[in-house]
T-cell receptor, first 112, second 114 residues
Framework: NAGVTQTPKFQVLKTGQSMTLQCAQDMNHNSMYWYRQDPGMGLRLIYYSASEGTTDKGEVPNGYNVSRLNKREFSLRLESAAPSQTSVYFC???????????FGSGTRLTVV | GESVGLHLPTLSVQEGDNSIINCAYSNSASDYFIWYKQESGKGPQFIIDIRSNMDKRQGQRVTVLLNKTVKHLSLQIAATQPGDSAVYFCAEQISSGSARQLTFGSGTQLTVLP
């Protein structure tokens, strides 16, 4: 089925470890996004990529890096994980114009 | 800063009744609004959207109303069903460059009672 695929679905890290969250979309969308969702809060934008080759910071970029590998793939990297990064991470993609975002099913990350 | 907020964090309705979920936004420059549904353990799912040049838009069992005067958005669900139980988010679009960035509210938990 067409959509946004995130891997892994679950991950436990120790403080200081690094990891990369992967995201791929097969809808030929130009823009891709990474959000985090914490309990009782809405989704907060970490980074986004308006198009292949460009990336920009969102609301909460500290502690993260991203790579727009190609039009399909947008990865999120935690260089040195901290307990404050325990969250559910969602990747999303969109066309240039409207119709909202298509979200992946999320990655549940726990940092201990 | 800009913000999107919800009036109530939880809402319980009887099966078959209509549900109304409210949302306030603060950025008068926002030109696009979306309602998302998020079921437990899943990503947000698009329900319905509305542009700022519209006051009302209807979908299947859902209606979104936009009142730009008071910066208020609402989602009406007709004949609420158990499958409607979820967290509902409104999102406000603040256009920046060529990417459409959305700012999300904190969500309202809708529970449908039998």
């Amino acid at each position: 089925n067409a959509g946004v695929t995130q891997t892994p679905k679950f991950q436990v890290l120790k403080t200081g470890q690094s990891m990369t969250l992967q995201c791929a979309q097969d809808m030929n969308h130009n823009s891709m996004y990474w959000y985090r969702q914490d309990p009782g809060m809405g989704l907060r934008l970490i980074y986004y990529s308006a198009s292949e080759g460009t990336t920009d910071k969102g609301e909460v970029p500290n502690g993260y890096n991203v790579s727009r590998l190609n039009k399909r793939e947008f990865s999120l990297r935690l260089e040195s994980a901290a307990p404050s990064q325990t969250s559910v991470y969602f990747c999303a993609s969109s066309e240039w114009v409207l119709y909202g975002y298509t979200f992946g099913s999320g990655t549940r990350l726990t940092v201990v | 800063g800009e913000s999107v907020g919800l009036h109530l964090p939880t809402l319980s309705v009887q099966e078959g009744d209509n549900s109304i979920i409210n949302c306030a936004y603060s950025n008068s420059a926002s030109d696009y609004f979306i309602w998302y549904k998020q079921e437990s353990g899943k990503g947000p799912q698009f329900i319905i959207d509305i542009r700022s040049n519209m006051d009302k838009r209807q979908g299947q069992r859902v209606t979104v109303l936009l009142n730009k005067t008071v910066k208020h958005l609402s989602l009406q669900i007709a004949a609420t069903q158990p499958g409607d139980s979820a967290v509902y988010f409104c999102a406000e679009q603040i256009s920046s460059g060529s990417a459409r960035q959305l700012t999300f509210g904190s969500g309202t938990q809708l529970t449908v009672l039998p």
